[in-house]
C-alpha cells in the first residue's frame, strides 16, 4: 500500500471518528448530566438526515438543509424530553432503556410512513463534490475534508462552552450535585432541556453530514448509535474529552482495520481466505478494542472510578 | 500475653489533601469488647472500610488470626471469620427477615451453587437463621418483608445475620442507632454476653452504651487515635476532654 | 390460590388448548404462530434469569440466540451436504438429530456468555447495558461479513431436523416439543430462583454488600447467571431456527436483544411466567396489528411506553397484584 492511499485512509477514519463524536458527545453529556441513557439518540440522527434531505430536495441549498437538520433534530430533541425522558432520570436503567426503546420504533415506523421505505439521498452541494490537493499531491474529496473540519470546530466550541461559558459551569455542577444547584437556584428542568437538544442538534447535524455520503434511511442511526456506546465505553461515561479520544480511535481502528488486516493476512496467506478473515476480524476489531480497554481501566480511559 | 485476634497496623489512607486515616494502629484482644468512638467527621466509616473490607488503605497493615488480610476482599474476610454489621442497614429489603438470615448461615456454610431444592427446605440452614433471630428478638418477625421493619428492628437484622455467621470477631458500626431507651438497654445487655463468643469492635455514639460495656476506648480524632484506655482513663485523659469538650473547658 | 399463581396456570395451558384448537380446526399457520410465542418466551425466559432475578440489564441477548441458531444451521448445512465441518485433524461430522445439535448450541451459548459476562461484568449500570449491546452487535456484524455460511443471506435448511420418535416436519409434534422444552425449562426456573443460587443472586441484586459481608462473591453469582441465561437463549435460538429451516444475522440483531427485554416487561419483570405473557402478547399483537397498518410497530412502540410510564409491573403485575411471590 503506497503512502498516499494509507494517508487517505487515515483521514477517512477521522472523518468517521468525528462524526461518531458528534453522537457520542450528546450522549455522555446526557448521561453525566442527568444520568439517562438514551438509545433513541440514533433517531435523532435519523430525523437531522431526513430533514436534510427532505429541505435539500425542496431549496437545493446544502446550507439551508444543515440548518433545517439541526432545527428538526434540537425540536424532536425538546419535545421528546418535556413529553418522555423527564419522567425517566427518577426511573431506572432498565425503564429508560425500555422507554426509549419504544421511541426507536415510532420514530423509526412514522419516517417510514412519512418518507416511504426507500432510500433518500441527499447530494454533496457541487461546490464541494471535487477533490482538494493536500500538501504532498494527495488528492482528497473536499466534502470529507469540511466534515473534518466542522467536527473540529464543535469540538472545540463544546470545550469552550462547558470551560467558559454559564451554562457550561452549569453543566458541569450539574453532574457533581443536582441538588447543590437546584437549591442555587438554577432551573434544573429548563437546563436538562437545553442539554438535551443540544445534544439531539448535534446527532442531528451528525445525521445530515453523514447523510450526503451514505444514504439516507430508516434505521440509518441504530448502528451508529452502537458505535458511539462503544466509543463512550471506551472514552469514559461523562467525558467529553473521552468521548473525542474514543470516537477517533474507533473511527481510525475501524477504517485501518477493514483496509490492513486483510493485507497483513495477505503475507501469509493466499489473497482470497486473506481477504475472508482479514474483513470478518476488522468487523470484531472495535470491539475488541473496546474488550481490552475494560480490561485494563473498567471506566475507560476518561471515567470517574 | 495474648496474641491480638484482630490488629491494625499503621494504616494510611487519604483522600486528596484529607488524611482520613493518618497512621491507625489499633487492636482487638480475645474475649474483649473495645469501643471506638470520635466526633463526627473523624474517620470511623473510613476506619471500618479499611479493617472489614471495601476500602484499600493507602499504607499500613490489617491482621486478622495471625494472617494479613489487608488485601482481601469484603467476602473473604467474612469467609475467614470477620463479621461486620452496618451504620446504615444493608439488607435485601424485598426478602423476608428470616431469608436474609438464611443467606448468611448460606453465606457460612458456603453452599450457594446449588440450583433446584428451596433453600427454605433446607432445615439446617433455617434453623440457624431462626435461632439467630431468636437470639435477637426477632423470631416473631420471621415472615416479615424486610422493608416494613422499623429503623430499630433492622439494626436487630444485622447483627442476627452477623450470628449466622459463627464469625472469630465482630465490627459493628452503631448498632444502638435508632432503637429507642429500652430497646439500646436490651441491646447493650446482648452485646455484654456476645462478647465471651467473640470479641467486638464496637463503632458507638451512644455513649452510655460505650462506657458500659467497653473494655477499652479508643477515640480517633482527624484520622488519629489520640488516647486509647479504660473508660476511667478515657474520661480523665486531658486530649480527649480537648477534643470533644473544647479547648476553654480542658484547661 | 394466590391470584399469580391461577394466572400463570390459565398462561401456562393457554398455549397447547390454542394449539389444540387450531390443530382441530386445520389451522397450522396459528400452530407455528404459537409455537414461535413458545420460542421467544424460552427466550426470554433465559433472560429474565439475568436480568429479572440478577437486575443485570443485558441488551446483548440476541448473539447467544444467534449463536444457537447457528450452531444448528452450521451442524445441518455440513449434513445435508454431506460435508464434513473439519478434517483437518479429524474428521467432524455435522448432524441432523435435534438432541445433539441442543447440545452444541447450549454448550457454545454458554461459553460465549462466559466471555462477554466476564467482561462486561466488570462494570455495572448503564456501562453494562452499552457494553452487551455491543458485543451483540460484534456477532452481528461478524455474521454479516463471514462468506462460509452465507453471510448477509443466511443459510437454509431444506428439512426440519430430526428427534428420535417424533415427525418433527408436523407442526403439532414439534410444537408439542417446544412445549415439553419450555415447561421442563420454566420448571427448573422456578426451582432456581428458590434455591440457595437464587436467593443469593437476588440477594446480590438487592445489595451486593449485604452478599459479600456473608461472604459470597456478587461477581461469580452473577457471571454463573449469566452462563445459565445465555444457554437458555441459545438453545431457544436453536429451536428458532429449526422452525423457520432458516438461520441469518437477523437473530443476531441489536432490535432481538431489545424485543426480548420488551417480552419480559409487558409480561412483568422478575416474574416467572412474566416472559411468556409478555412474548404471547407481542405475537398476537404482532398477528392482528401487522394485517391492519404496515407500521403496527407504531402501536407496539405506543403501548410499550404507556406500559413504561403508566403501568409498572406488566400484565402480571396489573392483573395480580404489585406483590412478588416470596417462599
Partial sequence: MTPILLIEQVLNGLQSGITLFLMAAGLTLIFGVMGLINLAHGSLYMIGAFAAAAVAGWTGSFVLALGAALAAAAAAGMIIEMVVIRRLYDRDHLDQVLATFALILIFSEGTRWLFGSFPLYLDVPAALSGPVTLPGGILYPSYRLLIIVIGLLIAVGLFQLIARTRIGIQIRAGESDREMIAALGVDISRLYTIVFALGAALAGLAGALVGAIQSVQVGMGEPVLILAFVVIVIGGIGSIKGALVGALLVGLTDTLGGVLLPLLFGLFMDPSSATTIGSALASMSIYILMALVLLFRPTGLYGRA | MTEPLLHVDGLHKAFGALQATDGVTLALMPGEIHALIGPNGAGKSTLIKQIAGGLAPDAGRVWFKGRDVTALSTQARARAGLARTFQISSLAMEATVLQNAVLGAMGRAGSVWRFLRPVMHDAELVAQAQAALQRVGLADHAATRTAELSHGQRRLLEVAVALTLKPHAFVMDEPMAGLGASGSKRMTTFLDGLRREAPILLVEHDMDAVFALADRISVLVYGKIIATGTADEIRADPQVRTAYLGEEDAA | ?327
Fill in chain 3, 1 to 327: 390460590m394466590r391470584r399469580e399463581t391461577i394466572l400463570n396456570t390459565l398462561l401456562y395451558l393457554a398455549m397447547p388448548v390454542a394449539a389444540g384448537l387450531a390443530f382441530v380446526m386445520g389451522e397450522t399457520f396459528l400452530i407455528t404462530l404459537i409455537t414461535r410465542a413458545a420460542i421467544f418466551a424460552l427466550a426470554a425466559v433465559g433472560l429474565n434469569l439475568a436480568l429479572g432475578l440478577g437486575g443485570l440489564v443485558s441488551l446483548g441477548h440476541a448473539a447467544f440466540f444467534g449463536i444457537g441458531g447457528y450452531a444448528m444451521g452450521i451442524l445441518a448445512h455440513h449434513a445435508q451436504t454431506y460435508t464434513p465441518i473439519m478434517d483437518t485433524w479429524f474428521v467432524l461430522e455435522g448432524t441432523k438429530s435435534m438432541p445433539v445439535i441442543w447440545l452444541v448450541a447450549i454448550a457454545s451459548s454458554a461459553l460465549a456468555a462466559l466471555a462477554i459476562g466476564a467482561l462486561s461484568l466488570r462494570t455495572s449500570g448503564v456501562y453494562f447495558i452499552m457494553i452487551t449491546l455491543a458485543f451483540g452487535q460484534m456477532f452481528y456484524y461478524f455474521a454479516i461479513s463471514w462468506p462460509a455460511y452465507g453471510g448477509e443471506d443466511g443459510l437454509s435448511i431444506y428439512v426440519r431436523n430430526d428427534f428420535p420418535g417424533l415427525n418433527t416436519l408436523d407442526p403439532m409434534q414439534f410444537f408439542a416439543l417446544v412445549f415439553a422444552i419450555l415447561s421442563g425449562v420454566l420448571w427448573w426456573m422456578g426451582r432456581l430462583a428458590r434455591a440457595p443460587f437464587g436467593l443469593a443472586l437476588s440477594a446480590a441484586r438487592q445489595n451486593a454488600e449485604r452478599v459479600e459481608t456473608v461472604g459470597l462473591g456478587p461477581f461469580r453469582l452473577r457471571l454463573v447467571a449469566f452462563v445459565i441465561s445465555g444457554a437458555v437463549t441459545g438453545l431457544a435460538g436453536a429451536l428458532f431456527a429449526d422452525l423457520n429451516r432458516f438461520v441469518s444475522p437477523t437473530m443476531f440483531s441489536w432490535q432481538m436483544s431489545g424485543e426480548f427485554i420488551v417480552f419480559i416487561v409487558l409480561g412483568g419483570v422478575g416474574r416467572l411466567f412474566g416472559p411468556v405473557a409478555g412474548a404471547m402478547l407481542f405475537v398476537l399483537l404482532e398477528h392482528l396489528l401487522s394485517p391492519v397498518s404496515d407500521f403496527w410497530l407504531i402501536y407496539v412502540g405506543t403501548i410499550l411506553l404507556l406500559v413504561v410510564l403508566f403501568a409498572r409491573g406488566g400484565l402480571i403485575g396489573s392483573l395480580a397484584g404489585r406483590e412478588v411471590a416470596h417462599d
